[in-house]
């Protein structure tokens, strides 16, 4: 199937849930092809996508403990296009990129509070892992894979891969994660929320490709590792910070406290996995790296510098 004709297909697949209308590519990615077809929006996911994980994914966004956290989808079974698992999803307002100033750090945060509450017990189950270690896995595979030679792009590889080393096996994918846990989104970035109803609505994360039960950390990684690299101001991350532990969150210690100890490991996966990526896209397009590029790679410089992160003993 040509890309021309899967959106033409996702089209005709949002239609059917309300009126027909012109179709619009909101995403044409590996990870994911979403058109918006009026207020219905279909997404194509990867065709690697495990289909059992997404359609308990489904399920779990469609229950009504996530009714004010989630955006519900419209259907919480699974279609198959072109051989690719399709959802359908309400359309939300997204943030807008032209106002940074706007960006909803706080909504976010208290979102990612209110999830990491919600009862695993009381879900429809079983509720699959959540799949940030399996990400980083899979970023540092494609950075193996990729043609670094004549690149200069060598050292940088080499300290990304240093970086990955200062973590445990468990966060780099290759063997279980610990026990126990909650629900996480396991990919939140601001790109993540929408306003619901559109386009004053309460905003509502979207996503569910990585939902499942894991450290809450994990979830406030990419705010840590921008704040930690200098991507957002002091203001901006303490923001976010105080709203999400004074909505209850539970993954950045209590409030007052360094929430570093909780966070350290999360935000120096999450740096290695986006410093991975942005190697291996800049190898691929033969250029160099940009300036948010740069600089989480050289995160990655400065993390393998570091002692190997120590996971706490269990409690005797």
Known sequence: MTQDTLHAALAAYAASSGEPAPYVLLADRDDGTVVRCGESVAKAHAG???????????RIAGDRLLAGVLLP??????AHIGGRPVSLWPYGAPVDPARPEDAPWEPAARLLAALHQVPLRRLPGPVPPMRGPAKLARALHRLGRAALSGTGLGAD???VR?????????????????????????????????RFPAPEGAWRLIDVDDLGVGTPAWDLARPAAWYAAGLIDSA?????????????????????????????????ALTV???????????????????????MVDACVRIATLPPHLEPAPAS
């Open 48 to 58: 690697d996508t495990d289909r059992d994980g997404l359609a308990a994914r489904m």
């Open 162 to 194: 240093g970086a990955a080393r200062t973590l445990p096996a468990w966060a780099r994918g290759e063997t279980p994660p610990p026990a126990g846990g909650v629900l996480c989104h396991g990919d939140l970035h601001l790109g993540q929320l929408v």
């Open 73 to 78: 989808p419209l259907r919480t079974g699974v």
């Open 273 to 295: 996995q986006t410093a991975a990526l942005a190697l291996t896209k800049a190898a691929r397009e033969g250029r160099r790296l940009e300036d948010v590029e740069r600089l």
């Open 157 to 159: 590889a080499e300290a």
């Open 236 to 268: 901006t991350w303490l923001r976010f910070l105080d709203a999400y532990r004074d909505a209850g969150g539970a993954g950045a210690g209590p409030p007052g406290s360094d929430p570093w100890p909780e966070l350290d490991l999360a935000a120096r």
